[in-house]
Nanobody, 117 residues
Framework: QVQLVESGGGLVQPGESLRLSCAAS????????MAWYRQAPGNERELVAS???????NYADSVKGRFTISRDYAKRTVYLQMNSLKPEDTAVYYC???????????WGQGTQVTVSS
């Protein structure tokens, strides 16, 4: 079983930065891909950024050049550095872990990010 705990959300003004963290605990997930999704009110959950077990990254067009995903294998933690935040980035951000071999997916509880002046 895998548990994911996100942190780092909050209220910021446009143009400011935030860093989200997602710590994984449990067992049996040595090979995994991790990702950040977000869901704004009335919208579907969308992929923001992903990072593979080998470190390859992928970003939604809307965040390219502003957001950076990274992971610390020793700490079992994935980060999302969000710069130049815009009001349209306002959403609940969810951490996702997917096991490479089984495809089983786990979700965190979500953390609210609000960008407003």
């Amino acid at each position: 079983q895998v548990q994911l705990v996100e942190s780092g959300g909050g209220l910021v003004q446009p143009g400011e930065s935030l860093r989200l963290s997602c710590a994984a605990s449990g067992s049996g997930f040595s090979l995994n891909n991790m990702a950040w999704y977000r869901q704004a009110p009335g919208n579907e959950r969308e992929l923001v950024a992903s990072i593979s077990s080998g470190g390859s990254t992928n970003y939604a067009d809307s965040v390219k050049g502003r957001f950076t995903i990274s992971r610390d294998y020793a700490k079992r933690t994935v980060y999302l550095q969000m710069n130049s935040l815009k009001p349209e980035d306002t959403a609940v951000y969810y951490c996702n872990l997917q096991l490479v071999f089984s495809g089983r997916s786990y979700w965190g509880q979500g953390t609210q990010v609000t960008v407003s002046s």
